[in-house]
């Protein structure tokens, strides 16, 4: 499994997003998230971006306020990473147009909906913007 | 009914509502415990609509705000199997969130799922397949299989991709679904007008188990390798190939030209780094293409004028794999970086530098490198300054030391870690002190120098890190106590009153250095003053007070000198100490420092000093001091006798001297390192019968559980094994009629222990107790002391390395070679596999063949051949030798040059075989010619 979870943080560190791709109860979900966001949000923009946590490696990109964190397994390509989360925001630019905190509070399930566009399993499987909307916008003018 | 119900979903609370409120709210919690009785009434509500809605704010809650939600269940499964798209995907979305592998409901949903996969809706299809990856467990992978089959061909691209990407989870969970299904999802990996992303990367997490099975398709890899224009994909198909080329010596070398195409060719770093790591990691032989690695690691990853904390770190990172790899020319030529980073804004930049700088240690530069690092470490903040003092301490006593010549250097150097204010390695620092002081004999007058400037300065006292350092410090000049060059200032130094700082087991190694320093002293100024070899050998303490009467007094214990001898050879530097006029209390004394006044100065000191500890709470302090003052008290008493007689003292007349003699001999005994397996090694004395021991224990049992008491102390039992012990010397055999009377009684009693004819069988190989100084002697035998330590003393004065005493086994730590055993989970599914991808070989092998192309491979095959070992064998051929070699279309055609015979029986097989094997992808296989049969 190459990517274990993603999450949409603030700068306040209030989770935005939780997407785990592995079974982690409540507890576990918000110890883990705690100590990451501790970790990351103390990093300052000169340091890079990967932190290694427990056995996962965590790879996060900052947008204006908000924080992706991905949590991938230790061979992952990092910068592959850094791309993904990139495109991951530029789709959603696409679909809420300039895209910020409120819209993902707000559209949590659209947000969710792109993802499993993306990534099922932990496996990438489709990179191309068009693809991963499509479904979103056939619901939403059916809607 | 439907009234209230359109009154429910009227005035209901929408996701938004409730997201507006949460923002509105200062506390949150009392508004979601409100909103949770809300939704918990909702949802229960007979209309979907009101149901769905009260699910979606109950996910989003638990989602956001960790509220738990499996109460919930039923209502998911409910929700998901509504008819209308729009509920269906919040059912499924609650579902995947919530639901694991136990849930109960899981039964339920089985055929909700089958219904929704076999859905003519692919959006429909693709909830169920997405919720499947979350969820699925081995009922449901078992039992969906053939609906995820189907769907694995189908037409629409959006569910195949999520249909590949599911099947990894089924497969883990359900291996049996290989049969089935592995074609299909290989089709999936070389169909050209599919995008083979999701295909690529199940096959990338499965190589991570187990990649000898997937060699055989490593052509379509390499198809995908040289064809492939999506960065995303070549970074897992490069992942792939790093897992197989280990195992494939020809496939490395086949794949060595187009990942230099790439590197040369591409702009992005991901894919970069990509072909950068498997290099490094795989394709080091090929020196041509590392070197155009180790080109693009300066230019892209640690370049100044591009500073991208990202890609320093990155490159670091790849840097200590070559490093690691016996590449080090590498790090070496990119060091003004790597010794830049270490001051670097990021921690994980400074740790990856660090780790680097250390692999460039070497005998040549580690005195400078750790220089600058100790002065590095001062600079930097506690946690990297400990990480830097734990690496160095690290790298110098790898391998027992093997970096560090100077010695003296290094335990200078330990000083100086020690007093960095954050140093917090004071139990590694004890180790490698105590260490060194046993191993290195010629380093021990520099340990004790060392110590002393550690033990004088109470300021250390105070720093609990340092607690374990002294304590070392304090063992050392204890032990070496004839290397210092005033006893009496450690006497102070060990007595000084901050010492009540310390813990009370440090504060007992304390004390007994004390007395240590004390008897020396004592037999220093009362002993005989005439030279004499005292024989300290492998004598035990008691009999060797004996023995230096007795025994020739030129025993093997040649290097042990009388303390005396000792401490005038070792004067020459003390009265240069005082000519320096580095005054302590003893510097006016002249030549001999123990004289009467400063022996009685020293008594009383340690009196005062020590008297209020005889009543101390801590049993080791306490006792320790009794010691010392006991001794004191001794001497006292026969002090004043003894120094009327100054001069021509005769040791025997005084119970004291004696007692000093013996202590004296006890303590000058050198310690020296032994081996862990030292004891197994000893050999068993004749006469001792260590499997009778268990029958005298029987009846020594049986007596003890005669008593009436049913508990019985410590002692008794310590004084049944001496009795024990001393019965086994002087009856060989307990009588038969204590033993019959024994049994009897226990048959009355319903009292079995241990049963007699067990006796032989049960292993109690080690040696009784009394046996252990016997065992040390034994080892102090084995020490290998390697290049004559005794001899090449004496040879030079110049600096080289000093003889390290090294155990020949046993030394490290044993490394557990047990290998973690396989998860059988993973077994089965790549046994599976294997089969799978060998077995339709064999299916398809005698359908086609090709003769002129078969022809011409086979030339290339012996091409190929010649000088290839043979791998370790493979599983099919355990299984199954006699097919083995038609079956496996590689394994086979290696061990061809092993089989000359057999080669021509089955040329044939192999042709059509090969034939076959490629039928699945012959359109690319005859297409392009371009791609070489470089497996098969």
Known sequence: ?143 | MAGSSIMESFFQRSLDDLIKGLRLQVTEYNFISKSLEEIKREIKSTDIQTKSIALEKLTYLNSIHSVDMIWASFHVVEVMSSTKFIHKKIGYLAASQSFNESTDVILLITNQLRKDLNSSNQFEAGLALECLAVIGNTDLARDLTPEIFTLLSSSKEFVRKKAVAVILRVFNKYPDAVRVSFKRLVENLESVNSDPTAAIGVFCELCSKDPRSYLPLAPEFYKILVDSKNNWVLIKVLKVFSKLAPLEPRLAKRIVDPIGEHMKRTSSKSLMFECIRTVVTCLTDYEVILKLAVEKIRDCFLSDNDDDPNLKYLGLQVLSILGSKQHLWAVVENKEFVIKSLSDLDPNIKFESLRLVMEMVSEGNVAEITHYLVGAALKSDPEFCNEILGSILMTCSRNVYKVIVDFDWYVSLLGDISRNPHCQKGEEIERQLVDICLRVAEVRPEIVRVARDLLIDPALLSNPYMHRILRAAVWVSGEHIELSRNPFELMEALLQPRTNLLPPLVRAVYIQSAFKVLVFCLYSYLGPKEVILTPVGDLAPEESAEASEQEASFSEGDEYFDPRMKRSGAGHTWDRNIDNGQASSSASLENDPFTHESIFNMLNMIKMALGPLSGSDEVEVQERAGNVLGLIDLMEQELPGLLVREGSLRGEEFQGVKVLDLLQNAFSKELGPVSLSAQQRVPVPEGLLLKENLSELETVCGDINLTPSSSFSLGSVLFVERHNSQQTEKESEPSSESTSLLSEHRKRHGLYYLSADKNGSGSNDYPPVNELSNAIDGAQDLLRLPGQSVDSKKKSTTKRRPVVVRLDDGEEAPVSGVQKPKDSKDDILSGAIRNILLGDETKHMSSQSNPSNTEKRNGKEVSLDTGHVPQSKDMGEIENPSTSISQHGNERRRRSKKKDGEESSHKEKQKSHRQGRSKTRQTAEIQSPVIPDFLL
């Open chain 1, 1 to 143: 499994m190459g990517i274990r979870f993603i999450l949409m943080v603030n700068k306040q560190g209030q989770t935005r997003l939780a997407q785990y791709y592995e079974y982690l109860t409540i507890e576990q979900r918000r110890a883990l998230e705690g100590e990451i966001v501790r970790k990351c949000l103390a990093r300052t923009e000169q340091q890079c971006s990967f932190v290694e946590h427990r056995n996962y490696k965590v790879i996060y990109r900052r947008y204006a306020s908000l924080f992706f964190l991905v949590g991938v397994d230790n061979d992952e390509n990092e910068l592959a990473i850094l791309e993904f989360i990139h495109l991951l925001v530029e789709t959603m630019d696409r679909h809420f147009g300039n895209v910020c905190e409120l819209d993902i509070m707000f559209h949590l399930e659209k947000a969710h909906f792109m993802l499993e566009e993306m990534v099922i399993n932990g496996c990438i499987v489709e990179t191309n913007k068009s693809n991963i909307l499509m479904p979103i916008q056939l619901m939403d003018k059916a809607s």
